[in-house]
């Protein structure tokens, strides 16, 4: 009887291994397993560096030093002495954290006050906040737009664009890259399946291509057609245009976008948090049916009220931005001098060398890290296959000699690989 107990222990014991060993979730660990082996073979793996310094032209990664040309860091404000203590005064003023989402009791006064500021600075009527520009364009489509409606948007927008647009009901159409001719071709079939509202939606600067949507044809276009326009400025807010009003100012058609939508999380001081401003009725509409509005947090005191003295900084002053576009032209001019394939526009601070192979891009970025600047090679699936990219983001804050170094130890990588002659 024993004996029938230990092997029965035994048998139960075995079987249980066996299921434990072939359980869902180690099915999912082993495919998932095999999935990060076939991303490192093919060159293409993402691998996190440490930062343990904060956010500057100069960073320190553990105990190494680099020149930084890989931030969304564009006025350099991210350890800006000013917004530091303005962030430390609000913590003592206002509090750590909101615990709640704004129609409960997450709204203070200071959130009502930047949304006025940024309608202000955009010269629209209102503004609405969110957790993140990505949960801006997530909650806009949706809570707006059904199956009487058409979206129309650029094939390259960012990936929170996208998804929002997945998310709503709406006919959804996709217009080659920046190319007009099909964007009309696009119009024309949402008018003639008879769409009650045409949403023509783009990024104003491309992030992973640094150049410019054509906003004075793709207005000429929306009126044509009778469509309104949504535009993310995520990397545009602060830096392109004049006084930093982005691609509207830029293009002189500020009175003619519908909607905006951008970010806190770049250029402006780099914290987090995102908004879309326009019409009031728009902007009350999101306020009742946005789902990332009414079921996230808001956003936190320091940010609201840093955030403000931002838009001041802005609103009284262009050297950042004047300084950015500066900085932008000497890179760009001497790395056209070496023969570097850069892509992208002048007037944006996102300028990617172009290097086609996937493996090429990531050995060229952990290269020219190893050389003291700090850069990334992009590719499948961040850019299409084929297309792989080293970005260099530039920073109002970068001397005139970091971007020259940056420039020879460019130089020196791309002789070593034969990029350039």
């Known amino acids: 009887m024993n004996f029938r107990r230990s092997q029965n222990l035994f048998k139960s014991l075995i079987s249980k291994a066996m ?7 180690d099915l999912l660990a082993k495919h998932c397993s095999e999935v990060v082996s076939q991303i490192k073979s093919a060159g293409t793996y993402k691998k996190e560096r440490e930062i343990t310094s904060p956010q500057a032209s100069e960073i320190t990664l553990n105990s190494k030093k680099a020149l930084n040309f890989c931030s969304n860091n564009y006025l350099g404000l991210s350890n ?27 709204t203070q006064n200071i959130h009502k006050k930047l949304e006025k500021t940024i309608a202000n600075f955009h010269s629209m009527e209102d503004t609405i906040l969110y957790s993140s520009c990505f949960d ?7 809570a707006l737009f059904d199956s009487n409606d058409a979206i ?36 024309k079939q949402a008018t003639g ?5 045409k949403v023509i939606v783009s990024d104003g600067v491309f992030s992973m291509d640094g150049d410019l949507a054509p906003l004075d044809k793709i207005v000429a276009l929306a009126q044509k057609y009778q469509a309104n326009i949504y535009l993310d400025e995520s990397h545009s807010t602060g830096i392109v245009g004049k006084t930093g009003r982005g691609t509207p100012e830029h293009f002189g058609v500020e009175k003619e976008i519908d ?10 001081g780099g914290a987090s948090g995102g908004y ?18 009414l079921f996230s947090n808001s956003i936190v005191p320091a940010i609201a009220n840093t955030s403000i003295k931002v838009f001041e900084m802005l609103n009284s002053s262009n050297d950042l931005t004047t300084q950015l576009k500066a900085n932008v032209l000497l890179f760009r001019t001497e790395m056209e001098k070496l023969g570097f394939h850069l892509l992208g526009k002048k007037e944006t601070a996102i300028i990617p060398i172009f290097l086609k192979d996937e493996k090429l891009a990531t050995e060229f970025g952990n290269e020219m890290f190893d050389e003291g600047i700090y850069v990334v090679g992009f590719s499948y699936p961040v850019v299409p296959k084929g297309q792989a990219r ?14 020259l170094r940056a420039v020879r130890t460019f130089e020196k990588i791309g002789r070593k690989k034969n990029i350039i002659k």
């Open 152 to 187: 129309i948007s650029d094939t390259l927008n960012h990936a929170s664009v996208i998804d929002g647009i997945r998310l709503c009901k709406a006919k959804r159409f996709r217009y080659n890259h920046i190319d007009m001719s099909d964007l009309e071709e696009k119009l």
């Open 193 to 197: 399946e008879g769409a009650r509202f």
């Open 259 to 268: 909607f905006i939508s951008s970010t806190m999380g770049k250029a402006l």
């Open 19 to 25: 299921s434990t060993k072939n359980s869902p979730k």
């Open 390 to 403: 080293v970005r260099v983001q530039i920073s109002a804050s970068h001397t005139k000699d970091q971007i």
């Open 276 to 293: 879309t401003t326009g019409k009031s009725e728009v902007i009350e509409t999101l306020r009742q049916k946005s789902r990332p509005y």
């Open 136 to 142: 801006a364009n997530a909650g806009f489509f949706e």
């Open 80 to 106: 800006n002495p000013t917004l530091i203590q303005t962030a430390k005064d609000t913590l003592d003023s206002h509090g750590y954290g909101m615990s709640s989402v704004r129609f409960i009791c997450g």
